[in-house]
């Protein structure tokens, strides 16, 4: 696996080097690698079989990812985000069973949540015993769950046997969000690979991120953030009789 792991990181450093890219540093011995390419999937799932973090893009903004149930790698990525490790970090599924694998999402049906998802919203919940990790998020006892609707990540959440990924975004605590990953250059050499979609979004509004809406409590919501996609999320709370409240 290390052997393959070496091959593709090579060949991605020789691409790097020969594209129009933002060109490496001789130091610098991180990956970075269009979405599109063939391999670009069997190279991030060798960093996070390997334990490391990577940088990815996702339908708002560039996220860093790593395994979410792999207790060194959530370590890593708090120490590479500059994060206070209770302030916490959702996680990447890629489909609605996933999700309900995860998190405790009985009292929310599958219509609410397929007009909710794939899209720029993290679903907090009550996590599940499938979440086993000691690291996430050690403060409280929910998850926040995101299916973005972009392709790459949700291939990669597929071809990583369906398991979480940890997601946050790709910059340093209280730095603005990513939209292209030149942006994010300071954290290349901590990271096992960053795939390249080019700029993601054309205004700024893109970088509010995702809205975070807390669905633990049945019948009831609460906004945690805004984020990108509030006003159709309010709309369809109303559309589903679900109430606002204060957080518990």
Same mark, same amino acid.
């Given at each position: 696996?290390r ?41 991030a ?9 990577i940088?990815?893009p ?9 395994? =979410? /149930?792999?207790? &060194? @790698?959530?370590?890593? !990525?708090?120490?590479?985000?500059? %994060? ?85 975004? =790709? /910059?340093?605590? &209280? @730095?603005?969000?990513? !939209?292209?990953?030149?942006?994010? %250059? ?42 990108v ?20």
């Amino acid at each position: 696996m290390r052997r393959l792991q070496t091959q593709l990181l090579r060949r991605f450093q020789g691409l790097h080097k020969s594209s129009t890219m933002l060109p490496l540093k001789s130091d610098l011995r991180t990956p970075v690698c269009p979405v599109e390419d063939e391999a670009a999937l069997q190279l991030a799932r060798q960093c996070l079989l390997t334990g490391q973090v990577i940088a990815l893009p996702t339908d708002t903004v560039y996220g860093l990812a790593c395994d =979410a /149930n792999n207790e &060194s @790698a959530i370590q890593k !990525l708090y120490e590479i985000k500059g %994060r206070d490790e209770h302030k916490p970090v959702a996680i990447c599924v890629h489909n609605i069973p996933a999700l309900r694998r995860f998190g405790q999402a009985s009292h929310l049906s599958d219509e609410l949540l397929t007009r909710l998802l794939p899209g720029p919203l993290t679903i907090v919940i009550e996590r599940t015993p499938q979440l086993s990790n000691r690291f996430l998020n050690p403060s409280t006892s929910k998850i926040g769950i995101r299916i973005p609707d972009f392709n790459f990540i949700r291939d990669l959440c597929a071809v990583w046997q369906d398991q979480p990924l940890a997601l946050t975004s =790709a /910059n340093r605590s &209280s @730095a603005p969000s990513s !939209l292209q990953v030149s942006e994010f %250059r300071s954290l290349w050499p901590h990271l096992g690979a960053v795939f390249d979609a080019g700029q993601i979004g054309l205004t700024e509004e893109r970088r509010l991120a995702s809205t975070v809406i807390d669905l633990a409590t049945p019948g009831y919501f609460e906004i945690v953030r805004a984020g990108v996609a509030l006003k159709q999320t309010l709309s369809l709370m109303e559309e589903f009789g679900i109430q606002s409240r204060e957080i518990l």
